[in-house]
């Protein structure tokens, strides 16, 4: 079966049917291009066909271009193949676009619209945007929009320019620059779309068979058009792009290559005819394409992300699929799982010590569910069905028919202890149970159970509608079926899991703990506190570690740092960062919960700046560190912990420690996660740099055995690992 079929009827119009099999959403190949091209040459020189029609054979219109198609053009014919492949593209969508009209009349072409019964990403609008009028299905339900940025790369096959002439600088700035999506009331208000209609194959056949030549004419291709807003060498047009230039640092601070490199399409684009700025869009997108941060960026966020919510690691195991789900625990955690669990369709049975505690734990639901609605992205039908899932409760035997247990109580061993046993009691034989912790090892909290094989770690992370990643850990006797169980509820409730073995702090409180740390060291230090969160912020991290911890929470930092140097005794190495983290405790400084913390916040607890007495009680040293040696503290902090964890095997695959870092604390996405960034490094430099920071600031910059061992090699993570990855 070809991915397109024509068929043409006998009122003068031919239907092109994109339907790719074997797969729930279209995406488009180079194959599927050339069979395009093939019914689009077809339907041209067919005298009988006086107009076109694409629309999809699914409930969808198309989820994009295949990504691993253009990663293959990058490997097999390095830039001048990202760049033939792209021009082959647009010379596809310039054909569909001028439709056999005369290039000096601009009459005698055939008019072509695009049907979309629902979704429309990337490619999948840009082969639209191409048609001469799109018609767009009332699917409230459906996302159109060019959301490519948000992967490191851009609208490539025309969309960057299509969209720029047709709606100006400034109003696809939205669409091309942060990559918003909308429904189809919303696409045809902002003018990517044409009209929606309860039937848009219908009303696209019946336009295009009474369409003129007029209303084939796009109008950058008719004689005096000028570009909404102003070209660039117009006074208002250069102002918007001064703007938009001074909007793209201070979002990025420069560690993006995609934004800069879109916005330079535009701009030089808009300078030039159309045809030569679809060759300077090609350009670009090759240039971005061969950029590291662009590669690392779709191997993490698309290739890895997708392989590891398909089930990449997820052991040998009929289908686990979750039922009915009990939840211990009615706090922010509890209640966040609860949520997320009954918008997936489960049955939650949500248990607390007291009845106002399980109440008000359902509540939080419920003060979700109003929000969508108050936004209009749902409904009191919804928000009812949604409810009616959920049982608060402090009865323990409403717990009979859960085949998986999530456990959110407080982090402390003994409660968690009490509560495990008393579900145990009456939960199936076969259920899993699951403890959701940040710190505490699995294996010592599995004691309690009788039945530790069915015993798992899933953590989530705060707050848990809106966080992706779920962190699942083996203890040393969790079996392969709760490896499974975890894997399939996860994805149920549609976040992104990592699966990594038990040791204290598992994989992302590991890494994110030093982050937060070497800040606070420095505060103690005499630096500059300015500089430290600049300096993380041009990393691409989206947070400072003094602002995180704020957003965490001071006293946790307290409570973890104590515990941690009651388990490591003489070893433990941050006494320096305790004097710091519990003056601030003791000062009552506790972060925004407490409207106090390294920031100082309002009384609607908006952050104001940095707390003006931090200077007083950690002056300024008169030396400050160069911002490359502060950026170097920040990120190796992290990275180094990363490498450990592979090291001892806590991590069983770099993909899931790079995808684990962007969506777990945010780790700089540019760079496509720990493992990418040393990659882009390079072992060796990044070793070198790993020892000039032992020698000035001690041994927790220790490069690992085994960066060593890769650097005396040559090798690369994804060159050595990265084999596990493509057998997958």
């Known amino acids: 079966m070809t991915d397109f079929t024509m068929e043409k009827g006998a009122d003068g119009a031919a239907i092109i049917t994109w339907d790719v099999q074997g797969k729930s959403m279209n995406v488009l190949s180079m194959e599927g291009a050339n069979t395009l091209s093939d019914l689009i040459d077809d339907a041209l020189a067919d005298d009988a066909v006086k107009g076109i029609v694409i629309t999809s054979g699914k409930k969808d219109f198309a989820a994009g271009m295949d990504l691993n198609v253009i990663a293959g053009m990058r490997e097999a014919g390095g830039a001048q193949g990202v760049f033939d492949g792209v021009m082959g593209l647009h010379h596809l969508l310039r054909k569909i676009e001028l439709a056999g009209m005369d290039h000096k009349t601009k009459k005698g072409g055939k008019p072509i619209a695009a049907a979309l019964p629902g979704t429309a990403l990337g490619i999948g609008l840009e082969l639209p945007l191409a048609t001469h009028r799109i018609f767009a299905a009332d699917n409230a339900k459906a996302k159109i929009g060019l959301p490519e940025i948000m992967v490191g790369i851009f609208p490539g096959a025309g969309g960057t320019t299509r969209l720029a002439r047709k709606l100006g600088a400034m109003a696809a700035a939205p669409f091309l620059l942060e990559g918003k999506l909308s429904d189809p ?96 869009e090609a350009r670009w997108f090759t240039n971005v394409l061969m950029n590291p941060s662009s590669s690392a960026m779709i191997r993490s966020l698309f290739i890895n992300k997708e392989a590891l919510e398909k089930g990449a690691n997820r052991p040998e195991a009929p289908d686990q699929t979750v039922r009915k789900v009990g939840i211990l625990g009615a706090g922010m955690m509890g209640a966040g799982i609860a949520y997320v669990s009954a918008m997936a369709g489960i049955e939650v049975v949500l248990i607390d010590a007291a009845q106002a505690s399980a109440d008000k734990g359902k509540a939080y639901s419920e003060g979700l569910l109003d929000k969508a609605i108050s936004r209009k992205k749902s409904t009191e039908e919804k928000k009812a069905e949604v409810l009616g899932r959920i049982t608060a409760t402090t009865d323990y035997d409403a717990l009979k028919g859960c085949d998986l247990i999530v456990e959110a109580v407080f982090e402390d061993p003994s409660v968690k202890a009490e509560v495990t046993k008393k579900a145990e009691a009456v939960i199936p034989e076969d259920a899993i149970f699951a403890t959701n912790t940040s710190t505490l090892p699995i294996s010592d909290l599995a004691r309690a159970s009788s039945r530790p094989e069915q015993f798992i770690g899933i953590h989530f992370f705060s707050p848990v509608d809106k966080m992706l990643l779920v962190e699942i850990i083996k203890g040393r006797e969790t079996g392969p079926r709760a490896v499974a169980k975890a894997l399939d509820f996860v994805r149920q409730i549609r976040k992104t899991p990592i699966v990594v073995n038990d040791e204290r702090f598992f994989y992302a409180n590991r890494c994110i703990i030093p982050y937060i740390n070497e800040g606070i060291r420095m505060v103690g230090e005499g630096v500059n506190p300015t500089l430290i969160e600049n300096a993380a912020k041009m990393m691409g991290m989206p947070l400072g570690p003094l602002q995180l911890v704020d957003e965490t929470s001071i006293d946790l930092g307290v409570k973890i740092a104590k515990a941690t140097r009651a388990a490591m005794g003489d070893a433990y190495p941050d006494g320096a960062v305790d004097e710091v983290i519990f003056a601030m405790a003791d000062a009552g400084r506790m972060g925004r919960k407490a409207n106090a913390g390294f920031y100082d916040y309002d009384e609607k607890g908006k952050r104001q700046g940095l707390w003006a007495e931090l200077d007083a009680r950690y002056p300024q040293a008169d030396d400050q560190p160069e911002l490359t040696e502060v950026q170097h503290r920040l990120m190796f902090a992290q990275t180094l912990e990363a490498v450990r964890a592979l090291e001892s095997g806590v991590l069983e695959d770099i993909r899931e420690g790079d995808v684990g870092a962007i969506l777990g604390w945010g780790f700089a996405p540019w760079s496509g996660g720990p493992f990418g960034w040393l990659d882009m490094l390079g072992a060796a430099h990044a070793v070198e740099i790993c020892d000039g920071l032992t020698e000035r600031h001690g041994d927790r910059f220790k490069a690992p055995a085994l960066l060593r061992e890769m650097a005396e090699k040559g090798e690369s993570f994804y060159g050595r690992f990265g084999s596990k990855a493509q057998a997958a």
């Open 185 to 280: 009331k919303k696409a045809k208000a902002a003018g990517l779309i044409d009209e929606v209609s309860e039937d848009p194959l219908t009303a696209a056949r019946e336009w295009v068979l009474a369409a003129s030549d007029a209303d084939i004419v796009k109008p950058w291709d008719a004689k005096g058009y000028k570009m909404p807003g102003g070209e660039p060498f117009h006074p208002a047009g250069f102002m918007t792009f001064v703007g938009a230039s001074a909007m793209i640092h201070g979002k990025t601070m420069g560690v993006y290559p995609a934004a800069k490199a879109l916005l330079s399409a535009v701009y030089e684009g808009a300078m030039v005819p159309f045809d030569q700025a679809l060759k300077i």
